[in-house]
């Protein structure tokens, strides 16, 4: 509801890019507010991914958004190629209104999302709303993808849409906020640097949210290190999963992790879909990006990291507070599992990069 709120108040555009939007209640919602403000003349955009919502969406439903006044672009989408730039995808989400409110996190639209359907238990997940300058790099983010899915037909300038063009008065601050993205394209892998950054600066504990926990060498050094050195470094997965095979690989890496002191804690309601990283009461990341192989070097992602911002608490409680539905994983879990499913866990792990 705050969500549609904010979008009812928007008075000169709304940019929406989301890996997933699902035909459903939350969708017809949000869309109806959508077509309003577009008949108010407020620049409404979309963008969703070809892949992640090919089972969602039909397939000329830009043309439908076009009708409504709406512009939409869909990136990459699905055709019967053979081809290696299908592995990138745009798995960012989010939501600009007037260059100074923005959402982002692991949210996309659709029904279960919003828990109004059951397809993994009880969906958990994480966001944040935005306001401010902070703001100006999602914006940036959206009108880079934007010249990208348009092929630059249209020559827009960044600085029209900067905050302070449509909200004059100046912004509260609290503590730093850098809203950052990733791309496969730049030879740069800026999510799994930044997530390395905060395990390897941890003192005193990190505590990280993850769907999937599909590691390399790299990630998985860091982890068993920080743990070794004292540091209380807590991972939290999901106890009912969207993909078995994917849950079966993430349950691989367990073993390795709680040898080294890790300590990993599996959500027993549902499915976690949260991506979130908090660390020592001064760190914090919320964002689009798993800790699997896709997210780190092949999708589009996008994320938020909080330097001594008042949100980093509120961040550590949802994270003790999603842990009172959590079991720990024992080691004996590990070591006594079925031989035949250990043959296949180390089958998979040879598939990682492609799961």
């Not at 590691?215 to 070794?228: F, G, H, P, R, S």
């Not at 300590?263 to 964002?287: M, N, T, W």
């Not at 909080?306 to 994270?319: H, M």
Request: charge should be negative; glycine fraction near 6%.
């Amino acid at each position: 509801q705050d969500y549609l709120a904010e979008l009812e108040k928007a008075q000169d555009y709304i940019f929406l890019e989301y890996f997933i939007i699902s035909e459903g209640s939350m969708w017809d919602e949000i869309l109806e507010v959508l077509t309003r403000k577009a008949a108010q003349g407020v620049d409404v955009r979309v963008i969703y991914d070809g892949v992640g919502s090919a089972a969602t969406l039909p397939v000329k439903y830009p043309d439908i958004l076009h009708a409504r006044g709406i512009l939409c672009r869909v990136f990459q989408p699905l055709v019967p190629v053979l081809s290696i730039h299908q592995n990138n995808r745009d798995h960012r989400k989010i939501t600009v209104i007037d260059g100074h409110w923005a959402y982002t996190g692991g949210i996309n639209i659709g029904d279960e999302y919003a828990n109004r359907i059951r397809r993994f238990g009880h969906w958990k997940d994480t966001a944040v709303m935005l306001k401010g300058e902070a703001v100006w790099n999602m914006t940036a983010m959206f009108l880079h993808m934007w010249n990208v899915v348009t092929n630059n037909l249209q020559d827009t300038s960044l600085e029209e849409y900067m905050p302070h063009v449509w909200h004059p008065e100046a912004f509260e601050g609290d503590g730093f906020i850098q809203p950052f993205c990733d791309s496969p394209l730049d030879n740069e892998t800026v999510g799994e640097n930044v997530y390395l950054n905060i395990i390897n600066r941890a003192r005193k504990y990190v505590y990280i949210c993850t769907p999937y926990l599909i590691i390399d060498n790299e990630m998985m050094t860091a982890l068993c290190l920080a743990a070794k050195s004292g540091v209380d470094v807590r991972i939290m997965t999901p106890g009912i999963p969207d993909k078995k095979m994917v849950f079966l690989l993430t349950q691989s890496y367990y073993e390795q992790l709680l040898e080294a002191g890790v300590r990993i804690y599996e959500y027993q309601p549902g499915f976690l879909h949260a991506k979130s990283f908090v660390c020592d009461d001064e760190i914090a990341v919320v964002g689009t990006i798993n800790l699997d192989y896709r997210s780190l070097y092949l999708h589009f992602e996008n994320g938020v990291w909080f330097y001594k911002n008042k949100v980093i608490q509120d961040i550590l409680d949802d994270f003790n507070q999603t842990l009172k539905s959590c079991d720990p994983v024992s080691i004996d879990f590990c070591k006594n599992r079925n031989i035949v499913v250990r043959t296949f866990q180390s089958i998979l792990r040879l598939f990682a990069p492609l799961l």
